[in-house]
């Protein structure tokens, strides 16, 4: 067994501190991606995260004519703030939606200079538990540097719940601006995100992938029947020439802005009508998993103060959503088709301008699209 292990007391670069669940994974990811295993070596890998910024995992390995190796490694998180470029297109993982035997489910090619978000939602269908994960493939040469961010929720059998949690999660990351600094050494990959399921249960997820230095990279959403290796393991051949990919590879973000003005008629948007098409003819209707970013310029011409609301209205069927405006996250219940809720409200002084950002995304499980609408406040 050779490896780029971690010495005793190591460094590992994020680029903002974590949350304790966050840090959980993202240092185990750390060291899953740094170790380097012979095909024939058995390695196990137990992970304890400690309070941030500090983890231990004991790494243990064996095999036929190999040596076998105990060692135990220190992590310590270090903050290097790095502003990461927004991600151009987003990978979408739901086709189908429920799957009955292990696949690939999606498989795209990620390069310098276009960072991608991964979206995937689904359900086992199996009689039996399957894995649900991303994996990562460094299909060149030379080690490929890369900043990771993901969050998942499930299995559950909850499919708007489900899709809220995950959505929630990714964008309270994006908010602070958390993400993991890593290296995957040459024809390696490694897997993060897993979740086993078991049968009619779902699983959702978000991930964002840069590629800083290196590369290309293979980036796949994958269900199997067998636990993932805790080390990365050797590229296989067919994925080194030419890979087949999976067409689900859409534009990735979206701007919009809508202007109210005090005694003029209610300003409305639609998030998630206008279905993105790709390349290969392929609609993604609701936009799932595309960034919106809005932004609301609101006026007051009268000389008196006003007191606005801004609104969600669902469309077709049941629906949840998470915006970020101004900064802060908020959210809706279940929404029924039509119902509304009142996600904040504004005093807009008598002459005074004001716009107000507004972050969102239509998200795994809920029926988009949805409305916003700025209006007077309702006096019920």
């Not at 927004?86 to 799957?99: D, F, I, W």
């Not at 590229?235 to 990735?252: D, I």
């Not at 802060?328 to 002084?349: F, I, S």
């Amino acid at each position: 067994m050779s490896s780029n292990f971690f010495s005793r007391k190591e460094r590992t670069s994020l680029t903002s501190p974590l949350l304790r669940d966050e840090w959980d994974r993202f240092s185990e990811y750390a060291v899953m991606s740094s170790v380097v295993a012979r095909p024939s070596a058995r390695v196990r890998l137990d992970h304890q995260a400690l309070p941030w910024p500090n983890s231990l995992a004991r790494l243990s390995a064996n095999g036929a004519d190999l040596l076998s190796l105990s060692r135990r490694i220190e992590v310590k998180g270090q903050v290097q703030p790095t502003r990461l470029p927004a991600a151009t297109h987003v990978l979408v993982s739901n086709y189908p939606e429920r799957v009955n035997f292990s696949n690939v489910l999606m498989r795209d090619l990620v390069e310098q200079g276009e960072p991608v978000r991964i979206l995937w939602h689904h359900a086992n269908d199996s009689p039996q538990a399957l894995w649900f994960g991303v994996r990562v493939h460094n299909v060149s040469d030379e080690t490929a540097y890369f900043a990771w961010n993901d969050a998942f929720a499930g299995p559950v059998g909850d499919e708007v719940y489900v899709g809220h949690l995950a959505c929630r999660l990714y964008l309270d990351q994006l908010r602070r601006g958390a993400a993991l600094l890593l290296s995957l050494p040459a024809q390696r990959w490694v897997e993060f995100s897993t979740v086993r399921t078991t049968r009619s249960k779902i699983v959702s997820g978000l991930a964002c992938m840069s590629l800083l230095g290196g590369g290309p990279l293979i980036a796949e959403v994958v269900a199997h029947s067998d636990a993932p290796p805790p080390a990365a393991g050797p590229v296989a051949a067919n994925l080194r020439n030419e890979p087949r990919l999976k067409p689900f590879r859409f534009e990735g973000q979206i701007e919009q802005s809508a202007e109210y003005r005090v005694g003029g008629p209610w300003t409305f948007m639609s998030i998630g009508k206008q279905p993105r098409l790709n390349e290969h003819g392929i609609l993604l209707h609701g936009n799932y998993g595309v960034l919106y970013r809005v932004r609301f310029d609101l006026r007051n011409p009268t000389v008196e103060g006003q007191e606005l609301e801004l609104v969600v209205r669902s469309g077709g069927g049941a629906a949840r959503g998470t915006f970020m405006v101004n900064d802060e996250l908020l959210e809706t219940p279940v929404l029924r088709a039509t119902q509304e809720h009142v996600l904040t409200r504004w005093h807009l002084a008598a002459g005074a301008e004001r716009s107000v950002p507004v972050l969102t995304m239509p998200q795994s499980g809920s029926n988009y699209p949805v409305t916003l609408i700025v209006r007077p406040r309702s006096r019920k």
